[in-house]
């Protein structure tokens, strides 16, 4: 069955950063959209960014020039580069699998697997 698991989680200073993994298994990782998304409680859950089979990204705007998503199909994971952390982004990031790219990009319904997220806090 698919699995995706998220590590890297913590408590940083703002301005610090952190990196955050996710790994997949179950399923051909190679070829799935990935995605990473956060939510804090009370809040919807927003899209962080996504990147393709091709490893062309998209990004939020409130992460644009910080935060870095790539992947290593290798190591069937996934990596989010948080950098410049704020405040404002404390959240419970998850990762999330598509079999193909949404449109648009951080359409939640069109990620069919979840991990179970990993907690972010920036004080």
């Known amino acids: 069955h698919v699995q995706l698991v998220e590590s890297g989680g913590g408590s940083v200073q703002a301005g610090g950063s952190l990196r955050l993994s996710c790994v997949g298994s179950g399923y051909n990782f190679a070829s799935a959209c990935m995605a990473w998304f956060r939510q804090n409680p009370g809040k919807e859950r927003e899209g962080v960014g996504n990147?393709?089979?091709?490893?062309?990204?998209s990004n939020s705007d409130a992460v644009k020039g910080r935060f870095t998503i790539s992947r290593d199909n290798a190591k069937n994971t996934l990596y989010l580069q948080m950098n410049s952390l704020k405040p404002d982004d404390s959240a419970m990031y998850y990762c999330?699998?598509?079999?193909?790219?949404?449109?648009?990009?951080?359409?939640?319904?069109?990620?069919?697997?979840w991990g179970q997220g990993t907690q972010v806090t920036v004080s």
């Open positions: 999330a699998a598509a079999r193909y790219p949404p449109a648009p990009w951080n359409g939640q319904v069109d990620y069919r697997d």
């Open positions: 990147i393709d089979s091709y490893g062309t990204t």
